[in-house]
């Protein structure tokens, strides 16, 4: 059986929707699995030249947060009453998971002209 052009195109319209239909499924649980483990390791702030880098991270609730100091300072990421890092040295790292959601802003306590936001969903 032979299609006609326009049956042709209808074809391989179908066709393409197939493919990307099966290409959506298939990426879909990838990204999940990218998010869930991102939301294990962290993300990562550098503490860098007295600033803390990104300034504002948006984050998922549960989502682990990692200050690391590339400084030859020590510093702190602090909220007072929330989290505390303690005083890091220069390649020290300090974890802090977020459960609530809201925006926290965080100074470092050595250093308060030092400011950072936490943005969690």
Do not use: W
Not at 77 to 84: L, N, Q
Not at 100 to 119: A, D, E, S
């Amino acid at each position: 059986m032979s299609l006609s052009p326009p049956g042709r195109r209808c074809a391989a319209a179908i066709a393409l929707t197939a493919v990307a239909l099966l290409a959506l499924t298939t990426v879909a649980p990838g990204v999940d699995a990218q998010r869930q483990q991102r939301r294990a390791d962290g993300v990562r702030v550098e503490i860098d030249d007295f600033a803390f880098k990104p300034k504002t991270v948006r984050i998922r609730r549960g989502t682990k947060v990692v200050f690391v100091n590339r400084d030859r300072a020590p510093h702190t990421a602090t909220r007072r009453g929330s989290f505390d890092t303690g005083r890091l040295r220069k390649g020290e790292a300090a974890a802090v998971r977020f459960k609530r959601r809201g925006t926290f802003g965080y100074i470092c306590t050595i250093h308060p002209f030092m400011r950072g936001k936490i943005v969690v969903r």
